[in-house]
């Protein structure tokens, strides 16, 4: 019961802190999607209007196309985790580190706490637009049932995603600097979800290769799910990938804190 108060305390604390900047949490989970959204629905609709109506582009209408880039704009943004990971690299390069290391609770659960609970939160409120948008206003392949499978997914993806940022910010404990390793890691990923496109465009080869990474669970699994893309024998594959996925950053990110914190020297702030 200590572990659930403790790591529940964590939690709490990342509500209170977003509602306490309720402009910045509207900017980052409806306001910057929204724009996103707006941007490449526009590109893709002229560029599918281009090759003329009814004609189905990789066997998917114009529809797909529509209601795929509504989707991925909002979950891609859900997906995001640079803002903690940027947060946590402070703590440890500034000395603040210190204060967390005397409290009964670990850096790691620490900042998952407040990582998921901050996803949870802003998933509730984002993810209602594109479905109005997409239930009312462009009516067309979504399918709301089945958002819980999809939502799943993405919860996977984001633990998977948080160890990845805890193996950067281990980092911290050698490097001077290591907001270019994640400017660059997320610039990577982003190329990989499959954000800019969907996935099923891209050469056959470089499409079973993007599949075969876990990182399109982040945009291309769940929202080709949701939109009728795929099914959900690609979903339950995709999951297991990240689970398994999730376990080998998880464990290399603590072999990489247990060896960084020896060495540490706590001379900061």
Request: aromatic content about 16%.
């Amino acid at each position: 019961m200590s572990f659930w108060r403790r790591n529940l305390a964590a939690a709490r604390l990342a509500w209170i802190q977003q509602f306490e900047y309720r402009f910045n949490l509207f900017v980052d989970a409806i306001l910057q999607p929204v724009l996103t959204a707006t941007v490449e629905v526009a590109l893709w609709y002229a560029m599918v209007s281009s090759i003329g109506d009814g004609v189905e582009l990789a066997g998917f209408s114009k529809a797909h196309y529509l209601h795929y880039a509504l989707w991925a704009a909002f979950v891609a943004r859900v997906g995001a985790n640079w803002m903690y990971e940027f947060r946590m690299g402070e703590e440890i390069q500034s000395g603040t580190i210190n204060v967390i290391l005397t409290r009964p609770l670990s850096f790691y659960q620490f900042y998952f706490s407040q990582f998921m609970s901050y996803k949870v939160l802003t998933s509730a409120i984002s993810l209602v637009v594109p479905a109005f948008v997409s239930t009312f206003l462009i009516p067309g392949p979504t399918d709301l049932t089945r958002l819980p499978l999809a939502g799943l997914l993405i919860f996977g993806y984001l633990v998977m995603a948080y160890n990845i940022s805890f193996i950067v910010v281990c980092g911290g404990f050698h490097l001077n600097r290591i907001s270019s390793i994640t400017a660059a890691k997320n610039i990577a990923i982003w190329c990989f979800t499959g954000e800019l496109f969907p996935i099923d465009l891209a050469p056959p080869a470089i499409k079973h290769l993007l599949l075969q990474l876990p990182f399109s669970a982040g945009v291309y699994v769940p929202v080709g799910y949701i939109t009728g893309r795929c099914d959900a024998s690609l979903v339950l594959n995709s999951l297991g990938s990240v689970i398994i996925w999730a376990i080998v950053f998880g464990l290399i990110g603590q072999l990489l804190w247990t060896t960084s914190i020896k060495k540490y020297s706590g001379t900061g702030a």
